[in-house]
């Protein structure tokens, strides 16, 4: 017996709600613009610099540290597994402010890892390597599980196959397991810049400076009423929605 399947109007009508509710903030945002005296505040610009720059750089020690953790979740047998992906849960059900409170009581400056880091000539507090570090509590967790996810779909087969005509296991990492598991990859990158680079609450506790586009907002709302943010909103879609876009399109398209 084949599984009931409604028509596809009924299925349309069924999905109008959900989609009404996900476009009516947009449709407002593109309304309420004022577009004939759009212009950004003082410290608009610095702001889109300093999330664009140190999201970067976020995302790659994202990616360099998120991957091995997650091809050894994929593939371990270990006990220590379930201990493992129980820690990456937990961070990642943190809520974002709380996670931002713990920052501050384990690497601010007057707590024993703050002065530990302070003798070396470290500093955890209101500044770029702060704001990296927020960046990290708050998307290292999205991305593990993502790839986690991504290298669990890739058949062990295919990487004894590539060991067995010769391949060391990083020659068969980088040249089977990689390539294979792209597209699930891509999907998680895309998803921890969006939640990395819209990072709010745990960045406004512990790294309130230098101020990125969400603290920024923040800022300009609090100062001149929503009225006044709107040129920065756009900026934020604009600097956040491109490349999830592009690597969800460019991953569709090759897997049709």
Not at 108 to 121: F, K
Not at 125 to 148: E, R
Not at 190 to 200: P, S
């Amino acid at each position: 017996m084949t599984a009931y399947q409604p028509k596809a109007r009924c299925v349309a009508w069924m999905g109008a709600p959900a989609c009404a509710l996900l476009t009516l903030p947009f449709v407002t945002l593109i309304d309420e613009t004022s577009w004939g005296d759009l212009h950004l505040a003082y410290g608009d610009w610095q702001a889109v610099l300093t999330s664009l720059g140190l999201t970067a750089f976020s995302m790659v020690l994202m990616v360099g540290l998120g991957l091995p953790l997650a091809f050894w979740l994929a593939r371990t047998a270990s006990p220590l597994r379930a201990w493992v992906q129980g820690l990456v849960l937990i961070a990642l059900l943190t809520p974002p402010l709380a996670m931002g409170i713990l920052l501050v009581s384990t690497f601010g400056p007057y707590t024993t890892v703050g002065e530990m880091l302070t003798h070396i000539g470290v500093s955890l507090s209101n500044n770029a390597a702060a704001f990296v570090l927020a960046q990290l509590y708050g998307g290292l967790a999205y991305f593990v599980l993502s790839a986690t996810s991504a290298f669990t779909g890739v058949p062990g087969a295919l990487e004894e196959a590539a060991r067995s005509l010769g391949c060391t296991p990083w020659e068969a990492f980088y040249r089977v397991t990689l390539p294979t598991a792209r597209r699930a990859l891509a999907t998680g990158l895309a998803i921890a810049w969006g939640r990395v680079i819209g990072e709010f609450g745990i960045v406004m506790v512990f790294a309130y400076f230098p101020q990125g586009i969400p603290v920024k907002l923040f800022v300009n709302l609090q100062n001149d009423g929503v009225d006044a943010v709107y040129a920065l909103v756009w900026l934020l879609l604009l600097v956040t929605l491109p490349f999830p876009l592009w690597c969800l399109a460019k991953f569709a398209n090759k897997a049709k």
